[in-house]
């Protein structure tokens, strides 16, 4: 399986180097490290990934999250806590039969303090926690560890579907060009605009959309686009060709 996993700004190279070897332990080598605030080739993240050196080495690092799953077609973020205005946590293996049937699966693992923001949790299109006790928060090598053993261990289980979904770059751009057009045609405002976002994020990430489809629905949006600036040229008090020769008159 093309499973990339992320980790967003982490803060302790041993952590990052235990998550790649927890990484090798289950088969994925697709390492992500999105604006880590260490050296992730300190001796302390070597030394922890045992095996997993050369994997570690391998890694590829990137500014932004955006940046980091352009490519992604299905992206699982993960998360202990409920969030306001976002779907509730899965089970990872209700989630397992989405990730296995995926062409370019993620896995996103936040920072070590807090996980990953709201923001960050936006593009995701589902997130899944691992069910512990009371106390919930796990260390971010034994996160890589458990939610990869439950999409990697199923490798043997015949795929619930069969559909190449858009990949995240594709639909963030299909959610930019939303944006402009709810504003455009004040069915939101500043202030209300990023949480009805997250509501329709939520409904067509369920739908996942295929490149072909986020070009439909992005052309819908430049007709609406360009039905509402058309209907503007022709308000009255526009300077048309007839108007315009009456002032001149």
């Not at 306001?84 to 293996?93: E, G, N, S, V, W």
């Not at 709810?182 to 939101?188: D, E, H, K, N, S």
Request: aromatic share 6%.
């Amino acid at each position: 399986m093309n499973l990339a996993v992320v980790l967003v700004s982490p803060k302790t190279p041993g952590n990052i180097g235990a998550a790649a070897r927890a990484m090798l332990n289950m088969g994925a080598s697709d390492l992500r490290i999105v604006a880590p605030r260490c050296d992730y080739l300190d001796a302390q993240a070597v030394a922890m990934a045992v095996h997993a050196a050369d994997l570690l080495r391998g890694a590829r690092l990137y500014p932004t999250l955006r940046e980091a799953l352009a490519d992604r077609d299905v992206t699982v973020g993960t998360s202990a806590r409920l969030r306001a205005d976002l779907p509730a946590p899965r089970h990872p293996a209700q989630v397992r039969p989405l990730v296995r049937a995926a062409a370019a699966p993620a896995l996103v693992f936040g920072p070590e303090e807090t996980g990953l923001i709201n923001s960050d949790l936006e593009q995701c299109q589902v997130t899944v926690r691992v069910p512990t006790a009371e106390y919930a928060s796990l260390n971010l090598a034994q996160a890589v560890l458990l939610v990869c053993y439950e999409f990697l261990q199923a490798q043997d289980e015949p795929p619930a579907y069969d559909r190449k979904t858009a990949t995240r770059e594709e639909m963030e751009a299909m959610y930019g060009h939303l944006h402009e057009t709810m504003q455009l045609i004040g069915y939101t405002d500043a202030v209300r605009a990023r949480h009805t976002l997250r509501l329709w994020r939520a409904l067509l990430d369920r739908a996942l959309m295929s490149s072909a489809e986020s070009r439909l629905f992005r052309g819908f949006l430049r007709q609406v686009q360009w039905k509402v600036e058309d209907a503007a040229r022709k308000l009255p008090g526009e300077a048309g060709p007839e108007r315009q020769a009456d002032r001149e008159a």
